[in-house]
């Protein structure tokens, strides 16, 4: 007879109540110090869920911030396209070491720059097609590398030309799916396939790939195999304008000032409406309650509610590093020493974050963040509009506390 109860599961444990005093300190003391208008926390440990929001939504909005706020994800974006990618996968709609050119034939015989910072007419064949795969862990051999945070080579100034927002999640493309495969076409490689890790351009490709897999536009896809088996009802591309009149304003310092003020992207209005490019890198908006069923789904190995939404070996090789130490260095500092999975990074070794390597997660550069650390159990998530919480040290204090609360 099978024994129902083994093997023996640890027991609930909550969070600890004075740690989780020591991070709301932190997080209201940033907001007093006018670092950010306010921001919404989440941590859970088990069973144990606590939200914490606080100040408002703007320096000149004083709605407080509440817990059902929506935020503008940005690139908290890919690690929900990244589990539909293995979602689609599972149903053997593509396998992920098979060439993009069958559901991409755009991408098929590409060519590759002689130098990365050099002209586009000067090219070498590529030596092998892209793999579905190398969309997800940005090794295509095209994105967004250190270099280009001081300069701007010719690949960058062509795709800003032909309108393809390749790094930022705003302005928005104006082209429709098959007609910005058509154009992001026409540029070459920086590197060849599986060479490099370059950041965010995976994910837009991938977004396509994903939409004529399932023979449906990406939204419903993603709505209709992942949104809708979790329960994700605030989550998406657009949502209705009483919700889109929600957004908080974002913010970033100016450069000129030194200052906080306003980004002029993405105003609520243009949430209320179907985009006409659904951005698979950073397109999403979503509520931290919402992202917390997510994120559970991933620490539970792929089940929720008794439905096993992802596979456990997915929810492996999606959180765990692919890249080789080469690799990871050649990122510089957008991975800081982590490793990458499929659409999230993964801590390889203690950091000042954690002792224990293993947290996987990523942040947004609207000023939202997330990470698991299976080893605590513990789901950290943090949602502001401040570009700057990422990079003040802000997110840094965030996650350290947060790890001392498990």
């Known amino acids: 007879m099978i024994d129902p109860t083994w093997p023996p599961q640890p027991a609930p444990e909550a969070l600890r109540p004075e740690a989780l005093r020591r991070l709301h300190d932190a997080m209201a003391a940033r907001v007093a110090n006018g670092e950010l208008p306010g921001l919404v926390t989440l941590l859970a440990r088990d069973d144990d869920v606590q939200v914490d929001a606080i100040g408002t939504y703007g320096f000149d909005d004083p709605r407080p911030m509440r817990r059902d706020t929506p935020f503008r994800l940005a690139s908290l974006t890919k690690p ?26 755009e991408l098929a015989g590409r060519r590759v720059l002689a130098d990365p910072g050099g002209p586009l007419h000067d090219t070498v064949a590529a030596r092998r097609p892209i793999t579905v795969e190398e969309l997800l862990t940005f090794r295509l051999g095209i994105g967004i590398s250190p270099e280009m945070l001081t ?5 960058l100034a062509a795709a800003e030309e032909l309108h393809l927002v390749l790094a930022d999640p705003d302005p928005r493309t104006p082209h429709p799916p098959d007609e910005w495969m058509r154009h992001f076409a026409t540029l070459p490689l ?9 950041y965010n351009v995976g994910s837009l490709p991938l977004g396509v790939l994903l939409a004529r897999a399932a023979g449906a536009p990406l939204a419903e896809v993603l709505r209709d195999r992942l949104l809708a088996p979790l329960g994700m009802t605030r989550t998406g591309f657009w949502t209705d304008p009483a919700q889109a009149a929600l957004l908080p304003p974002p913010y970033m310092t100016d450069e ?49 509610e008794g439905q096993q939404v992802l596979t456990a070996e997915s929810v492996a090789a999606m959180t765990r590093n692919h890249l080789t130490p080469g690799q990871v260095t050649g990122a510089g500092m957008l991975l800081d020493g982590q490793g990458w999975g499929y659409g999230v990074a993964v801590a390889v070794s203690p950091d ?34 401040t570009t700057d919480f990422l990079f003040n040290g802000a997110l840094t204090d965030f996650s350290r506390l947060a790890v001392a609360t498990a």
Do not use: C, K
């Open 352 to 385: 000042e974050v954690s002792p224990v390597p293993g947290r996987y997660g990523w942040s947004g550069g609207y000023g939202t963040a997330w990470f698991n650390h299976p080893q605590h159990r513990l789901i950290a998530i943090a949602l502001s509009q």
């Open 80 to 105: 929900v396209l990244a589990a539909l990618t293995l979602r689609l996968a599972q149903e053997g709609l593509f396998e992920l070491a098979e060439p993009v050119d069958r559901l991409l034939p």
């Open 151 to 155: 300069s701007r080579p010719p690949i």
């Open 256 to 304: 000129e000032t030194g200052r906080l003020a306003q980004r002029r992207v993405s105003p609520p209005q243009e949430w209320s409406r179907p985009p006409v490019f659904p951005s698979a890198a950073a397109g999403l908006l979503s509520t931290v309650d919402d992202y917390l069923v997510f994120a559970r789904m991933l620490m539970n190995g792929g089940a929720h």
């Open 190 to 198: 920086l590197t060849q396939p599986g060479e490099r890790w370059h």
